[in-house]
Protein backbone atom coordinates (compact mmCIF):
# COMPACT_ATOMS: atom_id res chain seq x y z
CA UNK A 1 0.00 0.00 0.00
CA UNK A 2 1.38 3.31 -0.96
CA UNK A 3 1.78 6.03 1.24
CA UNK A 4 -0.71 8.78 1.79
CA UNK A 5 0.29 12.14 1.04
CA UNK A 6 -1.08 15.86 -0.23
CA UNK A 7 -2.19 17.08 -3.25
CA UNK A 8 0.32 19.36 -3.04
CA UNK A 9 3.34 16.57 -3.20
CA UNK A 10 2.23 15.19 -6.40
CA UNK A 11 5.43 16.37 -8.64
CA UNK A 12 4.32 17.27 -12.33
CA UNK A 13 3.78 14.35 -14.62
CA UNK A 14 3.04 11.94 -11.71
CA UNK A 15 -0.68 11.06 -10.08
CA UNK A 16 -2.57 10.16 -7.48
CA UNK A 17 -5.89 9.11 -6.23
CA UNK A 18 -8.12 10.97 -3.63
CA UNK A 19 -8.09 9.62 -0.16
CA UNK A 20 -10.19 12.08 1.83
CA UNK A 21 -10.55 16.00 2.13
CA UNK A 22 -9.01 17.64 5.54
CA UNK A 23 -11.08 20.85 4.22
CA UNK A 24 -14.27 21.85 6.12
CA UNK A 25 -16.89 24.41 5.02
CA UNK A 26 -17.10 26.56 1.68
CA UNK A 27 -13.74 25.26 1.15
CA UNK A 28 -14.52 21.99 1.20
CA UNK A 29 -17.57 22.33 -0.86
CA UNK A 30 -16.17 23.96 -3.78
CA UNK A 31 -12.78 21.16 -3.88
CA UNK A 32 -16.08 18.33 -4.07
CA UNK A 33 -17.51 20.58 -6.91
CA UNK A 34 -14.04 20.51 -8.99
CA UNK A 35 -14.78 16.91 -8.71
CA UNK A 36 -11.85 16.23 -6.33
CA UNK A 37 -14.05 13.07 -4.40
CA UNK A 38 -12.47 10.15 -2.76
CA UNK A 39 -11.40 7.54 -5.59
CA UNK A 40 -10.48 10.66 -8.23
CA UNK A 41 -7.55 10.18 -10.10
CA UNK A 42 -5.67 13.31 -10.16
CA UNK A 43 -2.61 14.39 -12.33
CA UNK A 44 -0.89 16.88 -11.62
CA UNK A 45 0.69 18.90 -15.12
CA UNK A 46 2.83 21.89 -14.05
CA UNK A 47 3.42 24.53 -11.84
CA UNK A 48 3.96 27.87 -12.82
CA UNK A 49 7.34 30.05 -12.60
CA UNK A 50 6.79 30.55 -9.16
CA UNK A 51 6.13 27.10 -7.71
CA UNK A 52 2.30 28.55 -6.86
CA UNK A 53 -0.33 27.28 -8.03
CA UNK A 54 -0.20 23.85 -9.76
CA UNK A 55 -2.17 22.56 -12.47
CA UNK A 56 -3.95 19.29 -12.08
CA UNK A 57 -6.02 17.06 -14.47
CA UNK A 58 -9.70 16.31 -12.37
CA UNK A 59 -12.41 14.44 -14.34
CA UNK A 60 -11.21 15.28 -17.89
CA UNK A 61 -10.42 19.29 -17.07
CA UNK A 62 -7.66 21.19 -16.35
CA UNK A 63 -7.95 23.07 -12.90
CA UNK A 64 -5.13 25.16 -10.76
CA UNK A 65 -5.24 25.16 -7.24
CA UNK A 66 -2.94 26.88 -4.29
CA UNK A 67 -0.84 24.81 -2.49
CA UNK A 68 -3.10 25.67 0.36
CA UNK A 69 -6.14 24.27 -0.87
CA UNK A 70 -3.94 20.80 -2.41
CA UNK A 71 -2.57 20.33 1.42
CA UNK A 72 -6.47 20.32 2.37
CA UNK A 73 -6.78 16.74 -0.24
CA UNK A 74 -5.04 13.48 0.55
CA UNK A 75 -4.21 11.37 -1.92
CA UNK A 76 -2.58 7.78 -2.50
CA UNK A 77 0.16 7.99 -5.58
CA UNK A 78 -0.55 5.52 -8.34
Known amino acids: MSAVTSLS ?8 EVVSLQARG ?3 RRLMDLGLVPGTR ?10 DP ?5 RGATIALRREEGQQ ?3 RPV
Open 42 to 51: VVALRRSPSG
Open 54 to 58: TAFFI
Open 73 to 75: VLV
Open 9 to 16: NLRPGSAG
Open 26 to 28: LTR
